[in-house]
């Protein structure tokens, strides 16, 4: 179950990260308020997946989610380059994820 509420976690950083975007500097109320309210709940979620997972995975692999995530999401909502060194890049991140989950007693 840990595992499953670090991921959930996770998208929930790839959701403030992008929603960062969306408040252009904090200027604009609603989504301040969500990006606001996506940090709380990720952080919160982040801590209850602690209590059973290793701190060094459950914080790479969260990060790890939010980066992934908030590359995918920047290159379909904003249209930023993919090139193989991106793509490549972030498949790394993707195997390293992997791996963490599979190196980590559950």
């Keep these: 179950m840990s595992w499953l509420i670090l991921t959930v976690a996770g998208f929930f950083e790839t959701g403030w990260a992008v929603g960062l975007k969306y408040t252009e500097g904090f200027s604009r109320l609603w989504p301040t308020v ?5 940090m709380l709940i990720s952080l919160w979620l982040l801590g209850i997946a602690m ?3 290793p ?3 459950a914080y ?6 939010g980066a992934v995530g908030t590359v995918v999401l920047g290159i379909v909502l ?4 993919t090139n193989f060194a991106r793509l490549f ?9 992997i791996g ?3 190196a980590t007693p559950s």
């Design 89 to 97: 890049s972030v498949g790394l991140i993707v195997a390293g994820i």
């Design 60 to 65: 790479a692999v969260w990060v790890g989610i």
């Design 78 to 81: 904003f249209e930023e380059p």
């Design 55 to 57: 701190l060094g995975t």
């Design 100 to 102: 963490l989950k599979f």
């Design 51 to 53: 209590k059973s997972l």
């Design 34 to 38: 969500w990006t606001m309210v996506s």
